[in-house]
């Protein structure tokens, strides 16, 4: 059963950054399309950066140019580098596959920015 689990969410200012981390354990995050995506209340779920398998990266508008994700094999790690944060980035974030798997949400994340 796989499992992912999400960690460095925190309360930073605008401007401000975070790195969150994507744990996998029963997966292989290199040998799979992996993304992060966040969920504001009364908002739906978005896909907000993806890595492919092949290590290509996709990052939707509104965070282009200052998230990265990444991944690290070795740990079977995803990352995602937020920079120059605002509080419109405030949600929940969660790791899965891209397309996601319903049995792989984790309990996420929460990132709240400050104005």
């Known amino acids: 059963q796989a499992q992912l689990v999400e960690s460095g969410g925190g309360l930073v200012q605008a401007g401000g950054s975070l790195r969150l981390s994507c744990a996998a354990s029963?997966?292989?995050?290199?040998?799979?399309?992996m993304g992060w995506y966040r969920q504001a209340p009364g908002e739906q779920r978005e896909l907000v950066a993806a890595?492919?398998?092949?290590?290509?990266?996709n990052y939707a508008d509104s965070v282009k140019d200052r998230f990265t994700i990444s991944r690290d094999n070795r740990k079977n790690t995803v990352y995602l580098q937020m920079n120059n944060l605002k509080p419109e980035d405030t949600a929940g974030y969660y790791c899965?596959?891209?397309?996601?798997?319903?049995?792989?949400w984790g309990q996420g994340t929460q990132v709240t920015v400050s104005s």
């Open positions: 029963g997966i292989i995050v290199s040998f799979n399309n």
């Open positions: 890595i492919t398998s092949g290590g290509n990266t």
């Open positions: 899965n596959r891209v397309p996601p798997y319903s049995s792989y």
